[in-house]
Protein backbone atom coordinates (compact mmCIF):
# COMPACT_ATOMS: atom_id res chain seq x y z
CA UNK A 1 0.00 0.00 0.00
CA UNK A 2 1.11 3.04 -0.95
CA UNK A 3 0.99 5.50 2.41
CA UNK A 4 2.09 9.50 3.19
CA UNK A 5 5.12 10.48 4.72
CA UNK A 6 6.00 13.93 5.47
CA UNK A 7 5.20 15.32 1.46
CA UNK A 8 6.00 11.69 -0.11
CA UNK A 9 4.00 9.04 -1.42
CA UNK A 10 5.74 5.83 -0.26
CA UNK A 11 5.30 2.18 -0.30
CA UNK A 12 4.55 1.40 3.56
CA UNK A 13 7.03 -0.79 3.70
CA UNK A 14 9.60 1.68 2.69
CA UNK A 15 8.26 4.62 5.17
CA UNK A 16 10.46 5.24 7.95
CA UNK A 17 10.63 7.93 11.06
CA UNK A 18 13.46 8.92 12.99
CA UNK A 19 14.01 6.63 16.48
CA UNK A 20 14.04 10.21 17.52
CA UNK A 21 10.43 10.87 17.13
CA UNK A 22 8.89 12.48 19.52
CA UNK A 23 5.30 10.37 18.81
CA UNK A 24 7.89 7.16 19.10
CA UNK A 25 9.96 8.62 22.27
CA UNK A 26 7.33 10.84 24.34
CA UNK A 27 3.39 9.84 22.58
CA UNK A 28 3.66 13.21 21.63
CA UNK A 29 1.14 13.41 18.85
CA UNK A 30 -2.84 13.36 17.71
CA UNK A 31 -4.42 11.09 15.41
CA UNK A 32 -7.76 10.50 13.57
CA UNK A 33 -8.87 7.41 11.93
CA UNK A 34 -11.99 8.46 9.55
CA UNK A 35 -14.07 6.27 7.52
CA UNK A 36 -14.19 6.09 3.59
CA UNK A 37 -16.65 5.02 1.12
CA UNK A 38 -16.40 4.98 -2.49
CA UNK A 39 -13.27 7.03 -2.17
CA UNK A 40 -14.81 9.51 -0.27
CA UNK A 41 -14.32 10.29 3.44
CA UNK A 42 -17.12 9.91 5.73
CA UNK A 43 -17.60 12.93 8.24
CA UNK A 44 -14.10 14.09 6.87
CA UNK A 45 -14.70 17.59 8.01
CA UNK A 46 -15.41 16.86 11.72
CA UNK A 47 -12.56 14.99 11.93
CA UNK A 48 -10.68 17.60 10.76
CA UNK A 49 -12.00 19.93 12.72
CA UNK A 50 -11.07 17.76 15.88
CA UNK A 51 -7.68 17.09 14.86
CA UNK A 52 -7.19 20.74 13.96
CA UNK A 53 -8.50 21.35 17.80
CA UNK A 54 -6.28 18.63 19.49
CA UNK A 55 -3.04 20.41 17.72
CA UNK A 56 -4.22 23.84 18.48
CA UNK A 57 -4.40 22.81 22.08
CA UNK A 58 -1.09 20.53 22.17
CA UNK A 59 0.62 23.25 20.04
CA UNK A 60 1.29 21.58 17.24
CA UNK A 61 1.81 23.04 14.56
CA UNK A 62 1.01 21.71 10.37
CA UNK A 63 4.49 21.34 8.55
CA UNK A 64 4.48 24.06 5.20
CA UNK A 65 2.16 23.75 2.87
CA UNK A 66 0.27 21.42 4.81
CA UNK A 67 -3.24 22.19 6.54
CA UNK A 68 -6.90 20.59 6.87
CA UNK A 69 -7.93 20.89 3.22
CA UNK A 70 -4.54 19.45 2.30
CA UNK A 71 -4.98 16.26 4.74
CA UNK A 72 -8.35 15.78 3.37
CA UNK A 73 -6.97 16.18 -0.37
CA UNK A 74 -3.97 13.69 0.40
CA UNK A 75 -6.42 10.70 2.09
CA UNK A 76 -8.61 10.81 -1.06
CA UNK A 77 -5.35 10.64 -3.38
CA UNK A 78 -4.56 7.54 -0.88
CA UNK A 79 -7.90 6.09 -1.25
CA UNK A 80 -7.66 6.09 -5.26
CA UNK A 81 -4.02 5.56 -5.54
CA UNK A 82 -4.54 2.39 -3.16
CA UNK A 83 -7.48 1.59 -5.42
CA UNK A 84 -9.89 2.10 -2.49
CA UNK A 85 -12.39 3.63 -5.01
CA UNK A 86 -15.17 1.26 -4.62
CA UNK A 87 -16.40 -0.14 -0.96
CA UNK A 88 -15.62 0.60 2.16
CA UNK A 89 -12.00 2.10 4.04
CA UNK A 90 -10.80 3.84 6.49
CA UNK A 91 -7.54 6.44 6.51
CA UNK A 92 -5.80 6.62 9.84
CA UNK A 93 -3.35 10.05 10.08
CA UNK A 94 -1.34 11.08 12.56
CA UNK A 95 0.84 13.88 13.40
CA UNK A 96 3.67 14.02 15.96
CA UNK A 97 5.72 17.00 17.54
CA UNK A 98 8.32 15.66 15.07
CA UNK A 99 11.96 14.10 15.59
CA UNK A 100 14.64 16.05 18.01
CA UNK A 101 16.97 15.75 20.96
CA UNK A 102 15.07 13.75 23.65
CA UNK A 103 13.81 16.83 25.98
CA UNK A 104 10.82 16.73 27.45
CA UNK A 105 9.85 20.09 26.71
CA UNK A 106 9.17 21.24 23.22
CA UNK A 107 11.84 20.82 20.81
CA UNK A 108 12.87 24.21 19.07
CA UNK A 109 10.73 26.52 16.72
CA UNK A 110 11.10 25.31 13.19
CA UNK A 111 11.33 21.40 13.89
CA UNK A 112 9.14 19.92 11.65
CA UNK A 113 5.83 17.57 12.59
CA UNK A 114 5.88 14.11 11.20
CA UNK A 115 2.43 13.41 9.15
CA UNK A 116 1.73 9.96 8.60
CA UNK A 117 -1.05 8.95 6.48
CA UNK A 118 -2.33 5.78 5.42
CA UNK A 119 -5.29 3.84 4.01
CA UNK A 120 -7.02 0.33 4.22
CA UNK A 121 -9.73 -1.94 3.44
CA UNK A 122 -12.69 -1.75 6.04
CA UNK A 123 -15.13 -4.80 6.50
CA UNK A 124 -18.02 -3.93 9.03
CA UNK A 125 -18.59 -6.75 10.86
CA UNK A 126 -22.48 -7.17 9.79
CA UNK A 127 -22.53 -10.66 11.25
CA UNK A 128 -21.52 -9.25 14.83
CA UNK A 129 -23.59 -6.07 14.89
CA UNK A 130 -26.98 -8.46 14.22
CA UNK A 131 -25.98 -10.78 16.91
CA UNK A 132 -25.24 -8.20 18.95
CA UNK A 133 -21.80 -7.86 21.04
CA UNK A 134 -19.92 -9.01 24.65
CA UNK A 135 -18.08 -6.37 26.79
CA UNK A 136 -16.94 -5.89 30.30
CA UNK A 137 -16.75 -3.76 32.67
CA UNK A 138 -12.70 -1.61 33.43
CA UNK A 139 -11.46 0.67 35.25
CA UNK A 140 -10.82 4.28 33.33
CA UNK A 141 -7.51 4.91 34.88
CA UNK A 142 -6.35 7.76 32.29
CA UNK A 143 -5.29 11.39 32.02
CA UNK A 144 -7.68 14.26 32.91
CA UNK A 145 -7.47 15.46 28.86
CA UNK A 146 -9.42 12.29 27.61
CA UNK A 147 -11.16 14.89 25.05
CA UNK A 148 -7.73 14.95 22.83
CA UNK A 149 -7.21 12.27 20.84
CA UNK A 150 -3.46 11.65 21.31
CA UNK A 151 -1.55 8.73 20.46
CA UNK A 152 -1.05 7.67 24.22
CA UNK A 153 -3.11 4.93 24.14
CA UNK A 154 -1.66 2.63 26.40
CA UNK A 155 -4.66 2.58 29.16
CA UNK A 156 -7.09 1.52 25.97
CA UNK A 157 -4.93 -0.79 24.58
CA UNK A 158 -4.76 -2.60 28.27
CA UNK A 159 -8.51 -2.23 28.33
CA UNK A 160 -9.08 -3.67 24.93
CA UNK A 161 -6.69 -6.53 25.36
CA UNK A 162 -8.13 -7.35 28.89
CA UNK A 163 -11.73 -7.57 26.65
CA UNK A 164 -10.24 -9.76 24.06
CA UNK A 165 -9.13 -11.87 26.97
CA UNK A 166 -12.41 -12.30 28.11
CA UNK A 167 -13.86 -13.18 24.45
CA UNK A 168 -15.70 -9.29 24.42
CA UNK A 169 -15.35 -7.08 21.79
CA UNK A 170 -14.95 -3.94 24.01
CA UNK A 171 -14.31 -2.73 27.31
CA UNK A 172 -16.64 -0.10 28.88
CA UNK A 173 -14.84 2.01 31.37
CA UNK A 174 -15.77 3.23 34.64
CA UNK A 175 -14.90 6.13 36.33
CA UNK A 176 -16.20 7.30 39.81
CA UNK A 177 -18.95 5.19 39.74
CA UNK A 178 -19.95 5.92 35.84
CA UNK A 179 -19.11 5.04 32.37
CA UNK A 180 -17.14 7.32 30.67
CA UNK A 181 -16.55 5.05 27.30
CA UNK A 182 -15.23 2.17 25.45
CA UNK A 183 -11.42 1.41 24.79
CA UNK A 184 -12.09 2.80 21.37
CA UNK A 185 -15.50 3.45 21.19
CA UNK A 186 -18.35 5.92 23.21
CA UNK A 187 -21.39 4.01 25.22
CA UNK A 188 -24.86 5.10 24.94
CA UNK A 189 -27.47 3.62 27.30
CA UNK A 190 -31.05 3.19 27.09
CA UNK A 191 -32.88 3.78 30.39
CA UNK A 192 -36.43 4.16 31.38
CA UNK A 193 -36.86 5.14 27.32
CA UNK A 194 -34.06 7.40 27.43
CA UNK A 195 -30.83 7.95 25.36
CA UNK A 196 -28.22 8.42 27.48
CA UNK A 197 -24.25 9.05 27.28
CA UNK A 198 -21.20 10.95 28.85
CA UNK A 199 -21.43 14.45 28.10
CA UNK A 200 -18.60 15.82 26.30
CA UNK A 201 -16.25 17.36 28.47
CA UNK A 202 -12.56 16.51 29.07
CA UNK A 203 -13.22 12.50 30.50
CA UNK A 204 -13.93 11.09 26.70
CA UNK A 205 -13.47 11.43 23.54
CA UNK A 206 -16.17 13.70 21.64
CA UNK A 207 -16.92 11.01 19.12
CA UNK A 208 -17.82 11.93 15.60
CA UNK A 209 -19.73 8.85 15.78
CA UNK A 210 -21.36 9.90 18.92
CA UNK A 211 -22.41 12.94 17.59
CA UNK A 212 -23.80 12.03 14.62
CA UNK A 213 -25.65 9.18 16.36
CA UNK A 214 -27.13 12.05 18.70
CA UNK A 215 -28.14 14.12 15.57
CA UNK A 216 -29.75 10.97 14.29
CA UNK A 217 -31.55 9.95 17.62
CA UNK A 218 -32.79 13.48 17.29
CA UNK A 219 -34.60 13.10 13.67
CA UNK A 220 -35.89 10.10 15.10
CA UNK A 221 -37.68 11.59 18.25
CA UNK A 222 -36.11 10.02 20.68
CA UNK A 223 -35.70 11.28 24.28
CA UNK A 224 -32.02 12.07 24.51
CA UNK A 225 -29.92 13.23 27.58
CA UNK A 226 -26.40 13.87 27.95
CA UNK A 227 -25.93 12.52 31.42
CA UNK A 228 -23.51 10.00 33.02
CA UNK A 229 -24.99 6.44 33.43
CA UNK A 230 -23.94 5.22 36.87
CA UNK A 231 -22.74 1.69 36.84
CA UNK A 232 -25.69 0.69 39.72
CA UNK A 233 -28.02 2.04 36.49
CA UNK A 234 -26.69 -0.91 34.14
CA UNK A 235 -29.22 -3.57 35.10
CA UNK A 236 -32.42 -1.72 34.31
CA UNK A 237 -30.70 -0.42 30.79
CA UNK A 238 -33.46 -1.56 28.15
CA UNK A 239 -30.08 -1.50 25.62
CA UNK A 240 -26.19 -0.12 25.62
CA UNK A 241 -24.39 0.21 22.50
CA UNK A 242 -20.71 1.35 21.31
CA UNK A 243 -20.33 3.80 18.52
CA UNK A 244 -16.99 4.79 16.96
CA UNK A 245 -16.12 5.17 13.53
CA UNK A 246 -14.98 1.33 13.26
CA UNK A 247 -18.02 -0.06 15.32
CA UNK A 248 -20.86 2.15 13.75
CA UNK A 249 -23.68 0.95 16.08
CA UNK A 250 -22.85 -1.95 17.80
CA UNK A 251 -25.10 -3.57 20.20
CA UNK A 252 -24.01 -4.87 23.61
CA UNK A 253 -26.01 -7.57 24.78
CA UNK A 254 -23.61 -9.34 27.42
CA UNK A 255 -22.17 -6.67 29.73
CA UNK A 256 -19.88 -8.52 32.56
CA UNK A 257 -21.44 -12.01 31.71
CA UNK A 258 -24.97 -10.72 31.90
CA UNK A 259 -27.69 -10.10 29.35
CA UNK A 260 -28.23 -6.47 29.01
CA UNK A 261 -32.39 -6.21 28.64
CA UNK A 262 -33.35 -8.91 26.94
CA UNK A 263 -30.11 -10.34 25.84
CA UNK A 264 -30.77 -9.33 21.94
CA UNK A 265 -29.91 -6.26 19.85
CA UNK A 266 -32.19 -3.34 20.71
CA UNK A 267 -35.11 -1.75 18.69
CA UNK A 268 -32.99 2.05 19.41
CA UNK A 269 -29.49 0.37 18.39
CA UNK A 270 -30.70 -1.36 15.37
CA UNK A 271 -32.10 2.22 13.74
CA UNK A 272 -29.64 4.42 14.93
CA UNK A 273 -27.53 1.67 12.67
CA UNK A 274 -29.49 1.58 9.83
CA UNK A 275 -29.83 5.90 9.58
CA UNK A 276 -26.49 5.61 10.36
CA UNK A 277 -25.37 3.02 7.55
CA UNK A 278 -27.59 5.50 5.28
CA UNK A 279 -26.19 8.87 6.36
CA UNK A 280 -22.82 7.17 5.25
CA UNK A 281 -23.44 6.31 1.86
CA UNK A 282 -25.10 9.49 1.59
CA UNK A 283 -23.02 11.44 2.56
CA UNK A 284 -20.08 9.37 0.70
CA UNK A 285 -22.47 9.87 -2.78
CA UNK A 286 -23.00 6.13 -3.37
N1 LIG B 1 -11.16 5.51 18.12
N2 LIG B 1 -13.51 7.07 22.33
C1 LIG B 1 -12.24 6.72 22.12
C2 LIG B 1 -11.32 6.61 23.28
C3 LIG B 1 -11.78 6.46 20.80
O1 LIG B 1 -10.50 6.13 20.58
C4 LIG B 1 -12.70 6.55 19.73
C5 LIG B 1 -12.30 6.30 18.30
C6 LIG B 1 -14.03 6.91 20.01
C7 LIG B 1 -15.05 7.06 18.92
O2 LIG B 1 -14.82 8.23 18.18
P1 LIG B 1 -15.22 8.35 16.65
O3 LIG B 1 -16.68 8.10 16.57
O4 LIG B 1 -14.86 9.74 16.29
O5 LIG B 1 -14.43 7.32 15.91
C8 LIG B 1 -14.39 7.17 21.32
C9 LIG B 1 -10.62 5.23 16.82
C10 LIG B 1 -11.60 4.68 15.86
C11 LIG B 1 -9.40 4.36 17.01
O6 LIG B 1 -8.62 4.66 17.89
O7 LIG B 1 -9.20 3.40 16.26
Redesign the pocket.
Same mark, same amino acid.
Do not use: F, P, Q, S
Given at each position: MLVYLNGAYLPGAEARVSVTDRGFLFGDGVYE?TRALGGRLFAGDRHLRRLTRGMRELELRWPEGLDAAALHAVSERLLRENGLTEGEATVYAQITRGAAPRNHAFPAPGTPPTVYVAAGPFAPRDELHARGAAAITVPDIRWGR?DL?TIQLLP @?VLAKERAAAADAFDAVQVRDGVVT????? @?VFGVIAGVVRTYPADSR??A????EIVLELAGELGLPIREEAIAVAELPEASEVFL????TDVMPVVRLDGRPVGDGRPGPVARQLHERLRERMRQGAGV
Open positions: VCK @NEGANT @NILGVTRTGTT
